[in-house]
């Protein structure tokens, strides 16, 4: 009987799948824009949804995808005379980004009584609400790497001790390190544990001092207990995540310097971002002086419009509360298909709203374009593992079941020219 229990809440959560995937991306900013979130009609639309096998078989090798990226407009024109004689053609410059689908996944468990119990429509209910949690704490391991470099990396050591106190470098973001979060302190160099240093439980942080202070207890099978051996070597990571970490993140596509996605910057400078402030590195408050500059940085990169700004809400409350102390003056919002809402600017004639998100990066403010990019996925949505036949798995001689929630999926980026970008702002 149990058995049949655990087959009907698997085809019961199986039947789920489409609407979990649906809403999957509904949450997080990044996500629910290029996945073609729809916040009125609760979907996925046609517009703007990850590219996968399915609806592009074409682009796909394996877990690899090959871009074309065509970094300007066609060169040689000129005009000529009646008699005169037309330029020889110039040649553009096409070249190709290569990404590799990245693994990211979420393991829950339930307990034997529950597997018993499941056709009771209390226990039902309990793995639909499992399943969405999972769902959710997959999707904000994506936003997270949306809004990263592609190293995984939260956070860097400056201290050296063996405690259970790390003090993390000025300008950390504490958004990504709250207490309960678990995280790995391992050598940024290789990926080494120091000592004790792996699934690491959070329990306090200080953001004035940069002290996060570590459970000492063992949080799982895998993980350390007791002082975590650690110095300035080392940093806070992802838990199981260095080396693997999704690579089109908004900091990796919008470096000005280095190797993204196959194409070396220094060949093609054309493949990097566009700095809103022209290399000015003082702390100041986004303002409408700034982003002028940068709507003629972004002009001169290629692009004319952007679909949305998005950053720091500490440096948007700073530059909306700006403009609420004018004297009759509203401040006007706009709203993205996905639902989200931000203050709008005036981008040369285009209303440009400034969405925040919790995970960007500290003090750093970016513009978008979403035909800029695209994501990229083995499928519409995450779903569950079932290798084994089934979606509930059972290791050795032990009682509870395990499911692993998954998706593949990258960020591939076509022009990072167009992501115009103001970093060291001031913040609330």
């Given at each position: ?24 991306p ?31 078989r074409?682009?796909f ?16 024109g000129?005009w ?8 020889v ?7 190709a ?17 529950l ?13 639909a609400?499992?399943?969405e ?10 936003d997270e ?25 000025a ?35 200080n ?13 799982a ?8 051996v ?16 999704l ?7 919008s ?11 220094s060949t ?29 940085a ?6 004319f ?18 403009k609420a ?49 695209d ?18 798995m ?17 960020w ?9 970008f ?7």
């Amino acid at each position: 009987m149990a058995s049949d229990t655990l087959t009907s809440a698997a085809s019961i959560l199986y039947e789920m799948r489409e609407d979990l995937q649906a809403i999957y991306p509904r949450d997080q900013v990044l996500l629910a824009e290029w996945s073609g979130y729809n916040r009125s009609t609760g979907e996925i639309d046609d517009e703007k949804q990850r590219i996968t096998p399915l609806n592009n078989r074409e682009v796909f090798s394996g877990s690899n995808v090959r871009i074309p990226v065509d970094f300007a407009p066609a060169q040689g024109g000129g005009w000529v005379s009646e008699t005169g004689t037309l330029n020889v053609p110039i040649a553009d410059a096409i070249t190709a980004a290569t990404v590799t689908l990245k693994r990211v996944y979420v393991p829950a468990s339930i307990t034997l009584d529950l597997e018993e119990d499941s056709l009771s429509n209390s226990s039902v209910q309990y793995l639909a609400r499992k399943m969405e949690k999972t769902a959710g704490a997959l999707a904000q391991l994506v936003d997270e790497g949306m809004n990263m470099g592609g190293d995984a990396l939260l956070a860097t050591v400056t201290d050296s001790a063996t405690s259970l106190t790390i003090t993390c470098a000025a300008g950390t973001d504490f958004d990504k390190l709250l207490p309960g979060t678990v995280v790995d302190v391992l050598t940024r160099s290789n990926g080494a544990d120091p000592g004790q240093g792996l699934r690491r439980k959070i329990t306090a942080i200080n953001e004035s001092t940069g002290v996060v202070t570590f459970s000492a207890t063992q949080q799982a099978s895998d993980g350390g207990s007791g002082n975590i051996v650690h110095s300035s070597n080392e940093g806070l990571y992802v838990p199981g995540s260095y080396g693997n970490h999704l690579a089109g993140g908004l900091v990796a596509a919008s470096a000005t310097s280095g190797t993204f996605q196959g194409i070396s910057r220094s060949t093609y400078p054309g493949y990097k971002g566009t700095d809103g402030r022209a290399g000015v590195t003082t702390t100041t408050p986004l303002s409408d002086p700034m982003m002028d500059a940068g709507v003629q940085a972004g002009n001169r990169a290629g692009s004319f419009r952007w679909d949305f700004g998005y950053g720091d809400p500490n440096a948007i409350n700073v530059y909306k509360n700006s403009k609420a102390t004018l004297v009759r003056y509203n401040v006007p919002t706009g709203t993205l298909k996905s639902g989200f809402q931000g203050v709008e600017y005036d981008a040369a004639g285009f209303p440009l709203p400034i969405v925040p998100g919790r995970k960007a990066p500290v003090g750093t403010i970016y513009w978008l374009r979403k035909d800029a990019a695209d994501l990229y996925g083995r499928r519409k949505g995450p779903d569950f593992d079932d290798h084994t036949g089934s979606m509930f798995m059972r290791f050795s001689r032990s009682l509870p079941f395990e499911f692993w929630m998954i998706d593949r999926l990258e960020w591939g980026w076509k022009n990072p020219a167009s992501i115009v970008f103001f970093t060291n702002l001031s913040t609330s």
